[in-house]
């Protein structure tokens, strides 16, 4: 059976200081810049800003696998599950991911604001390529899982955060897709709907679906993920047993921490 993700010496660089322009002098000053940094006439400290939030990074994730990601703030971890969003591109490597994505990495993505609780469902599933008879299938489990249900015919923008995070994780979670990218949104929700999302999670993985769970609440990774990937300045550093990468991460966030005090 082939993985279900396969990142292959997936890095991705940022030019710091990079922004949008504001006239077509501040345009035409870049692109004089980059044209001469092309061929070389400028010294390279003076454009080469680059920052690399990955580096070299390569895994697989089979089906049936929950792996949990850890690493301080800054360490890649988000950048790397944008980058298997397809939220953006890597700048060097590839990222393979075989089979339906539902991924929540932040608060109302892939929720248009104007749009109802229930329109939104079947959008997500017009998204992963689902007939409106197979989303209408699951639509009671995913409104009552989400506890949404006297709201669920109003605009979403009217939604506070945590109504949010319930209804895309519910979306997420009950509609048919393979792989699922959890981006740390979970910890806005209360302690009833955390433990809820957990156990929905080891169904999944039991159904051999392939998860990958961002979050800092220690607790919950271990119960829902056996493999950790462990960040560090944009590599990985560890690749394994998910104790064993739970305590390499917090003796690095204590060391960080001592030097830092």
């Given amino acids: 059976m082939k993985s279900l993700i396969e990142v292959k010496n997936l890095s991705k660089s940022y030019r710091l200081g990079q922004r949008g322009f504001g006239s077509l002098r501040d345009s035409f000053h870049f692109w004089w810049k980059e044209t001469l940094r092309k061929k070389s006439l400028v010294k390279s400290d003076e454009v080469d800003r680059s920052f690399w939030a990955l580096r070299n990074i390569s895994f697989k994730v089979e089906p049936g696998q929950a792996v949990g990601i850890l690493g301080a703030n800054g360490a890649g971890k988000s950048t790397l599950l944008k980058i298997l969003a397809s939220l953006t591109d890597p700048t060097e490597g590839e990222a393979l991911l075989r089979g339906r994505l539902a991924s929540i990495l932040e608060v109302g993505s892939g929720f248009h604001p104007d749009l109802t609780g229930r329109e939104n469902i079947y959008l997500n599933g017009a998204f992963l390529g689902m007939k409106r008879k197979e989303v209408t299938s699951y639509f009671d489990a995913i409104v009552q899982f989400s506890g949404n249900e006297p709201f669920i015919d109003t605009p979403v923008k009217h939604y506070s955060k945590g109504m949010y995070t319930r209804l895309a994780f519910s979306v997420a979670a009950h509609l048919s897709a393979d792989i699922l990218l959890l981006d740390e949104v979970l910890e806005l929700g209360d302690v009833a709907f955390q ?67």
């Avoid at 990958?212 to 607790?219: A, G, I, K, Q, R």
């Fill in 195 to 261: 433990k809820r999302a957990i156990d929905k999670m080891i169904e999944r993985k039991k159904e051999g679906k392939a998860i990958l769970f961002v979050s800092h609440d220690s607790e919950r990774v271990q119960t829902l993920c056996d493999r950790s990937l462990n960040l560090e300045a944009g590599r990985l550093v560890f690749d394994g047993n998910m104790k064993e990468g739970m305590e390499r991460y917090l003796t690095t966030a204590e060391s960080s921490s001592m030097l830092n005090s």
